[in-house]
């Protein structure tokens, strides 16, 4: 039996997934972030379906609870996230301050 959380899960994770369908044609994602974001999702939707799936998985690895196999794994998606977010703030910050040296040299 589904339970209510796990149609919660779903559906936010449906329209998660839609979301990133949208930004795919739209061009705002790339082939690779758009697979990334579609395992993820099919990943979550997955887990909402069949909560014993984390349980088998985690029993395999040497983890006694599939909810901490849930909560490592977000832990480890969110630093990644976290370091991609990052590298892309400092090639932003990198191109302005090229843009500014190069407006300040037409000036003169």
Known sequence: MIQAISVII???ALFAWSRAILRFKDNKLNTSEFI????IWLGVSL???N?????????KIGIE???????????????????R???????IEQ???E????LSLRKK
């Open 10 to 12: 779903l559906v936010f």
């Open 85 to 91: 977010m990052y590298v892309k703030q400092d090639k």
């Open 65 to 83: 609870r599939p909810v901490d196999l849930v909560i490592y794994l977000s832990i480890i998606l969110l630093f990644y996230l976290i370091f």
């Open 95 to 97: 191109e302005i301050t």
């Open 47 to 49: 887990l909402a379906l």
């Open 99 to 102: 843009l500014v040296r190069e």
């Open 36 to 39: 990334f974001w579609s395992i």
């Open 51 to 59: 909560p014993e799936l984390a349980g088998l998985v985690s029993f």
